[in-house]
C-alpha cells in the first residue's frame, strides 16, 4: 500500500509535471496554429452559450481560489479567522462549483445531441469531458462532506504541494486524507499531464490580442437557421453572400 501510495502522491505528480512541460513546448512548437477548443459557435450558438459561460466563470474562479489558497495559505487563513469570511467563502465556492459543473453538463449533452458538434468529436474529448465531470463531482463532494476546505487544503494540501516543488516530497498527511480526496487530487494530476494531449491546450494560447485589436464587424445575409441546421446536405456550390 506506501508503493501504491508513493506512486499516486509522489511519482504522478512528477510524471504529470514532465509531461505537462515538455507535451506543451513540443505542441506549441510543432503545431501550435492547431490548437482550438474547435467548439466554434458556427457549429452551434445556443446551447454553447448556455453553457460556457457558467462552465468558464466556474473554472477560473474555482482555478485562482485553490491557486491563492497553495501560494499564500498564511493570507488564507488568517481570512478565515473570522467564521463570517470563512462561510462566505465556502458557500461562494460551492456555488461557482455548481455552476461549473451546470456548464458542463450543458456542454456535453450539446456535444452528443448536436451532429455537426459530434462530427469533430474524437475519444480524448470524450475521455478529458467525463474526467472532468468526475474532478468536479468529486470536488463538490469533498466540499459538503469535509467542511471548510479552505482552511485544511492551506494547512494540509499547500504544505504537500511545496513538498513537490521543492523535490522533497513529504505525502504524509495526504495519505491519511478520506480516499474522495485523495481521488479529486489523482484526478487533478491526471489533468495536468493530459493538457498537450487534449483540446485543454487552448487555455494556455488565449487570444489575449482581442483585447485591444479593432472590433470585428460579422454581417449575416444568410438565414442562420437555415446554414446550422443539421439535416442540411453539403452541396458542391454555396449560396453566395449578398
Known amino acids: 500500500m506506501n ?16 509531461l505537462f512541460v515538455i507535451g506543451t513546448i513540443y505542441r506549441y512548437r510543432v503545431t501550435k496554429f492547431q490548437v482550438s ?3 466554434s459557435q458556427f457549429l452551434e450558438g445556443k446551447k454553447l452559450f448556455f453553457g460556457t459561460i457558467p462552465f468558464h466563470w466556474g473554472i477560473v474562479v474555482l482555478f485562482f481560489g485553490h491557486l491563492i489558497a497553495f501560494l499564500i495559505p498564511r493570507a488564507v487563513l488568517l481570512w478565515n479567522g473570522d467564521p463570517l469570511r470563512l462561510v462566505i467563502l465556502e458557500v461562494t465556492a460551492f456555488a461557482f462549483g455548481i455552476s461549473l459543473l451546470t456548464g458542463l453538463i450543458l456542454l456535453i449533452y450539446r456535444r452528443w445531441t448536436n451532429p455537426r458538434v459530434r ?3 474524437n475519444r480524448m474529448d470524450v475521455f478529458i469531458e467525463l474526467l472532468l465531470l468526475a474532478q468536479v463531482v468529486l470536488g463538490l463532494w469533498v466540499a459538503y462532506d469535509f467542511r471548510w476546505g479552505s482552511n485544511w487544503f492551506a494547512a494540509v494540501l499547500s504544505p504537500y504541494l511545496w513538498s513537490i516543488f521543492k523535490f522533497s516530497p513529504d505525502a504524509s498527511a495526504v495519505i491519511a486524507m478520506p480516499w474522495v480526496v485523495k481521488l479529486h487530487i489523482v484526478g487533478a494530476y491526471l489533468i495536468i499531464g493530459l493538457i498537450p494531449f487534449s483540446r485543454l491546450m487552448h487555455v494556455l494560447v488565449p487570444p489575449i490580442n482581442y ?11 444568410w438565414d442562420r437557421k437555415e ?10 456550390k454555396e449560396p453566395k453572400n449578398n
Open 3 to 18: 508503493a501504491f501510495n508513493n506512486f499516486l502522491f509522489v511519482a504522478l505528480p512528477y510524471a504529470a509535471i514532465v
Open 37 to 39: 477548443s474547435l467548439s
Open 119 to 121: 462530427m469533430v468529436t
Open 211 to 221: 483585447l485591444w485589436r479593432s472590433y470585428q464587424l460579422v454581417r449575416w445575409n
Open 227 to 236: 446554414v446550422r441546421k443539421p439535416s442540411r446536405g453539403w452541396h458542391v
